[in-house]
Nanobody
Framework: QVQLAESGGGSAESGGSLRLSCVAS???????????MGWFRRAPGDNPEGVAS???????TYADSVKGRFTISRDGDMGPVYLQMDSLKPEDTGVYYC?????????????????WGQGTQVTVSS
């Protein structure tokens, strides 16, 4: 059973930074469930949207709204996944979720992620 746990959410002012972390458990080294790791966010009243993904080779993809401001990274094949968020804007406010799926190499197939964390709140004030 794959389990994902996010941490690092909180509040920041516009232009500030936050760093989110995601730790996965219950995944064997031979399991392909973690071949794509993604960060999603859900603004109040909206459906979750894909923000960034990283595949097992380290290749990354980003939503246009966060390109140049957010950076996704991971510590090795099975290590934690991070989302460094810089130059934050009020529209970045929402619940951020870590997700995993075996979609390699198409990690931007946002609707097909099947393992999810509980989410962590990010609030950016103007």
């Amino acid at each position: 059973q794959v389990q994902l746990a996010e941490s690092g959410g909180g509040s920041a002012e516009s232009g500030g930074s936050l760093r989110l972390s995601c730790v996965a458990s219950g995944i064997a080294s031979s399991d392909s469930s973690e071949h794509c790791m993604g960060w999603f966010r859900r603004a109040p009243g909206d459906n979750p949207e894909g923000v960034a993904s990283i595949d097992k080779t380290g290749r990354t993809t980003y939503a246009d709204s966060v390109k140049g401001r957010f950076t996704i990274s991971r510590d090795g094949d099975m290590g934690p996944v991070y989302l460094q968020m810089d130059s934050l804007k009020p529209e970045d406010t929402g619940v951020y979720y870590c997700a995993a799926a075996d979609l390699y190499p198409d990690c931007d197939r946002w609707n097909e992620y099947n393992y999810w964390g509980q989410g962590t709140q990010v609030t950016v004030s103007s």
